[in-house]
């Protein structure tokens, strides 16, 4: 099996992640607010993977490096408005610091 890769697709508002040249699923993400490249929350309403991939810890690889590329960014707060997301970012502390203020 391939290593999962994921790419922020920039006019599409979404990471998108992949097993070799499959695409496995995406993290749909918003920009709101401020000003500059990036707004002063970034709002993550949706993260899906497909139905034959689901279970295998894709979701929580491709919701790690969509943080991972926020925060590198310069995001200093998210909004998970997908359910996924807010259950994750609960369960990993080093997370938190993203959500609120």
Not at 5 to 24: C, I, M, N, P, S
Not at 35 to 40: C, E, R
Not at 43 to 51: F, K, M, R
Not at 83 to 92: M, N
Request: glycine share 12%; charged share 25%; hydrophobic share 35%.
């Amino acid at each position: 099996m391939s290593e999962l890769t994921v790419r922020r697709e920039e006019g599409r508002g979404r990471y998108e992640a992949y097993l070799g040249d499959e695409q496995v699923g995406v993290a749909d993400f918003v920009e709101v607010g401020g000003s500059g490249d990036v707004g002063d929350a970034v709002v993550l309403p949706h993260v899906e993977v497909a139905p034959r991939h689901q279970g295998q810890g894709y979701a929580s690889q491709l919701t790690r490096a969509t943080l991972d590329d926020l925060r590198a960014r310069g995001v200093t707060r998210i909004v998970p408005q997908c359910p996924y997301v807010r259950a994750w970012v609960g369960k990993h502390p080093d997370y938190q610091d993203l959500v609120g203020s």
